[in-house]
């Protein structure tokens, strides 16, 4: 809420910016936007107690319902994973909440004439998406599940389960367990183990 209304107060010295709606009503979102022809919408991941879901979720079934309208993530949450979802649903824009007020308005222009606006791909890591046994398998893996226990847990073979952790090892270029769990926290496929 204090973000929404210091970006607000931000935007309101630039000409570019029309109207500036800000709303935690999450499930009046698409009436939001159809009433007010709304042209951009900035969402954060993170949606907090607003929403069971996150803002990736919003923002494709958003996008489903007006696939005209142009989505900007503008988030904290700044991991390969989610900008790579981002674009696989069609999202136009990535970028983390540190950018400047000048930088976001550029970027807001850019992605208005029709352009994406996502980090500098140098260096990108390549995600080649896990499945969502996968990504079960590997947070059952992080809270410290044996083997045995997670294909027990998941209702599958233990063969089946070294099947899926060698699938695994192979997407995230990983040699072992270990490595795969430290991965995925990085990539922001699993949360950060606290």
Same mark, same amino acid.
């Given at each position: ?83 790579? !979802?981002?674009?696989? &649903?069609? %999202? ?11 930088? #976001? /308005? =550029? ?13 500098? !791909?140098?260096?990108? &890591?390549? %995600? ?11 947070? #059952? /893996? =992080? ?52």
């Amino acid at each position: 809420m204090l973000f929404a209304k210091s970006l607000s107060v931000a935007l309101e010295e630039y000409n570019e910016i029309e109207h500036f709606y800000s709303t935690q009503d999450i499930q009046g979102i698409e009436k939001m936007v159809g009433d007010n022809s709304i042209d951009i919408v900035l969402m954060d991941i993170n949606l907090g107690s607003f929403s069971d879901t996150d803002g990736l979720e919003v923002a494709s079934d958003l996008l489903k319902s007006s696939p005209l309208l142009k989505i900007i993530v503008l988030t904290g949450y700044d991991l390969p994973v989610y900008r790579h !979802e981002a674009k696989k &649903i069609g %999202i136009s824009g990535f970028l983390n909440k540190n950018i400047s007020p000048d930088d #976001l /308005i =550029s970027s807001l222009i850019r992605v208005s004439r029709g352009n994406a606006c996502f980090p500098s !791909e140098n260096g990108e &890591i390549i %995600i080649e998406d896990l499945t969502s046994m996968e990504k079960k398998i590997l947070q #059952l /893996i =992080s809270n410290g599940k044996k083997r045995k226990c997670v294909s027990d847990e998941l209702y599958i073979s233990e063969r089946t389960l070294s099947n899926h952790l060698q699938h695994i090892f192979e997407k995230l270029d990983v040699s072992s367990a270990v490595e795969a769990v430290t991965k995925a926290i990085q990539l922001g496929y699993i949360p950060p183990i606290c």
